[in-house]
């Protein structure tokens, strides 16, 4: 069994987290600008089996997709022809994880100049939808 790989695709730099080979535990791996996006997963996935992709799907509140899946789905499009096709790539609700990445860097009493780092931001809010989307799949066995 392989590792489930998070992306928290933005305009700038993408989150990234991933899972322990037994699907257990999502951990924050980096965060990489998005130009070098593709580049990093497969030079990961070179040295680690990943099974499947998961992306924040960036929806409003009625769950319908945002404005910003204009340059996310060329993106994800880009990382598609990089990796190896059998690698699936799913879309998953990310609607608040920002906040509560937000939120978690608070309770764990962060200092603020971390917490104003956006680089931390994103790589916890790809640990969130990882950590969202093995919840998930736990409760539908």
Known sequence: MGRLMAIDYGRKRC???VTDPLR??????????TCDLAAFVKEYM???????IVVGLPTDMKGNPSESM???TPGINALRKSIDPQTEILMWDERFTSAIAHRSMLDSGMKKSRRQDKAIVDE???TIILNDYLQSKSYSK
Do not use: F, P
Not at 24 to 33: H, M, P, S, W
């Open 24 to 33: 257990i535990v999502a951990t924050g791996l980096a965060t990489v600008r």
């Open 70 to 72: 204009r340059y996310i």
């Open 124 to 126: 916890m809010a790809a």
């Open 46 to 52: 070179a040295k680690e089996t990943v099974d499947a």
């Open 15 to 17: 989150g990234i987290a």
